[in-house]
Structure formats: structure tokens, C-alpha cells
């Protein structure tokens, strides 16, 4: 939604999820590419902003693209090859500025503000049990308006879910928020202060961003939700949004882990923490579970970690 807000702007041009960081490239990827490797890259990243993340068996349809914008330019690594793609096809959309919207980007930030010293996050930060519900039903995405969406891709969504997986992800992504809170490049948002007060939120972030706030950014289409079907032609900021896990979809086992394992970190950002007498008594399913979803969740998810050690280090073990 972020993402749709920033596009509505003139000068700002949102690209898909391109997830250039922790899959295409890592810490461990290779300094100079010859120009085989060039052209494999950015066609890769043009197939994915023209067809989606889901739908790479193209790639090489792009190679006289990316052949034709490389002739002209001396590129030999993959960061100045992902800066020359987002500068190309910004200045394409008549933008200056590029927007990648990729939400594991967070995990790179490091990475990302050393390497590009002009660039600016925004990092959205949503309270963590409805992140839980989110992702629970993500696999029904695909019969909810992502019909884009491979069943490969709903298997795997439906696979991947667990409340102690989800929010151990959860709180690791929170810790390198908190890391950030007070880096003068780094506008850290709650997205239940951007439903309640819209207006005031996106004039904030204009100012981080140096541009004139325009009433038209809010007007964004009510789309990808995982709990109700997309309504394309209803433009607004969807209030009702904010705490949905408070009207059902999560079990008390659910919110009792999920809570346990984030207590800090929900804390830290203000989110309340809802209490409980006893431990629910469905937690011992879901603690049995656990190992065996761990280890689905890890062999369909290996082919998307472009280095393995690094992504779980990175998603696990924050220092």
C-alpha cells in the first residue's frame, strides 16, 4: 500500500517486488561479471518488472533489451547493474525518483545505505498478530485477485506458516528497525498510525522526501489483502484494516506464542500485549509442529536464498 501511495506521486516511479537483495545478489555474490553474466542479470530484473516475480521463464525474451541498454554503459558488477536498471526505467516512466518496494530489503540496510549513498528508506512496521493473520491465509492470494499467483507459490505460503516461525521473522525484522530508528535516512512508520491519520503520515513523509504532498497519493486501490477478495475500483485507505486479528482468523495458541516470542520487541514499538491466565493448551500442537514445518519451510524456500548461511543469519541471528 506503501508502495501504491509513493507511485501516485509524479516523481516517483514504484517498481514490483524485485527481491535484488538476499536472492539475485548477497554479500557473497561475485564482484565483477563478464558480459554474459551482465545481460543474464538485467534481463532478469526487466522480465521481473514486466511480468512479476512469479513468472521468470522468459528471461532471456529481455536480452536484446538489456544488450541494447548495456552498450552504453560501463557496468561490470550487479549493484552498478541494479542501479543503471532502477535509473533506466524511473527516467522511462518520465520519474526521477525509483522506488523498490521489497519488503526483505530491510535486512540489507547496511548494504543498501553504504552502496547508494542518496537513497532513503521508509520502513513500515505493523503489529506483529496481524503480520500473523497475514500470513496465515497469504496462500489464498491466489483466489483472492493474485491469480498471477502459481499454486507452487500457494503451497508454499501455506507450508511456510507457523506462529513461532512467523514471528520469530517478525521480531529479528523489528530488531534491525530498532537499529535504525534514529539514522537521519531512515523514516521508520506504524501502519496503524498511517490508517488512522493518513494525511499527516504521507505529509511526514514527503518532507523526509523532499517532494510537494498531493492529496492523490492516498487514493490507492483496496487490493492485496489475504483475508478479503480485491476491490479494484475502490480508491481510499481501508481503515478497518488495523488490528483485524481482534475479529477472529487466530486461534489463543496462536497470539499466546506469537506474543511470547516478540514480547520485547512489541513493547518497544508500543503494541499492547494481550494477557492470558494459562498457557492455551493447543501451544503443545503447534510446539510439536514446529521442527517438521521448520524443515518444510526451509527445503521449498532454499531455491529463493541466493546464500543460504547469510539469509539465516541475517533473518535469525541479529547482532
Excluded at 121 to 133: A, E, P, S, T, W
Amino acid at each position: 500500500m506503501m508502495g501504491r501511495i509513493l507511485g501516485n506521486h509524479s516523481s516517483i516511479f514504484t517498481f514490483k517486488e524485485l527481491h535484488f537483495f538476499g536472492t539475485i545478489w548477497t554479500n557473497n555474490s561475485e564482484l565483477t561479471l563478464d558480459r554474459r553474466q551482465q545481460v543474464d542479470l538485467l534481463s532478469r530484473l526487466l522480465c521481473i518488472e514486466k511480468n512479476g516475480l512469479f513468472q521468470q521463464a522468459n528471461i532471456s525474451d529481455f536480452n536484446d533489451r538489456a544488450s541494447a541498454i548495456l552498450a552504453s554503459n560501463d557496468v561490470s558488477n550487479p549493484l552498478s547493474i541494479y542501479e543503471l536498471f532502477l535509473a533506466k526505467i524511473t527516467l522511462d516512466n518520465k520519474c526521477f525518483i525509483a522506488c523498490d518496494q521489497t519488503p526483505k530489503n530491510m535486512y540489507y540496510l547496511n548494504e543498501i545505505l553504504s552502496y547508494f549513498p542518496k537513497a532513503k528508506v521508509i520502513n513500515m512496521v505493523r503489529d506483529q498478530r496481524d503480520v500473523l493473520l497475514s500470513q496465515k491465509n497469504k496462500w489464498k492470494r491466489r483466489f483472492l485477485g493474485a491469480s498471477a499467483m502459481p499454486l507452487s507459490e500457494a503451497i508454499r505460503s501455506y507450508i511456510n506458516y507457523h506462529p513461532i516461525l512467523s514471528a520469530k521473522i517478525w521480531n529479528s525484522s523489528l530488531e534491525y528497525t530498532a537499529k535504525f530508528r534514529n539514522n537521519p535516512r531512515v523514516s521508520v512508520v506504524r501502519f496503524e498510525d498511517l490508517l488512522v491519520d493518513p494525511i499527516r503520515i504521507i505529509k511526514e513523509l514527503c518532507h523526509f522526501l523532499e517532494i510537494d504532498f498531493n492529496q492523490e497519493m492516498l487514493n490507492v486501490p483496496v487490493i492485496g489483502s489475504s483475508t478479503h477478495q480485491d476491490t479494484k475500483t475502490k480508491f481510499l485507505i481501508d481503515s478497518s484494516k488495523k488490528e483485524k486479528w481482534k475479529n477472529g482468523g487466530l486461534n489463543s495458541a496462536e497470539i499466546y506464542l506469537s506474543q511470547l516470542v516478540t514480547n520485547k520487541m512489541m513493547k518497544n514499538f508500543k503494541y499492547d500485549v494481550e494477557k492470558f491466565s494459562f498457557p492455551p493448551i493447543l501451544i503443545l500442537f503447534y510446539l510439536v509442529s514446529f521442527p517438521i514445518k521448520l524443515i518444510l519451510a526451509f527445503l521449498l524456500n532454499i531455491k529463493r536464498m541466493g546464500n543460504i548461511v547469510e539469509v539465516i543469519k541475517k533473518r535469525f541471528f541479529v547482532k
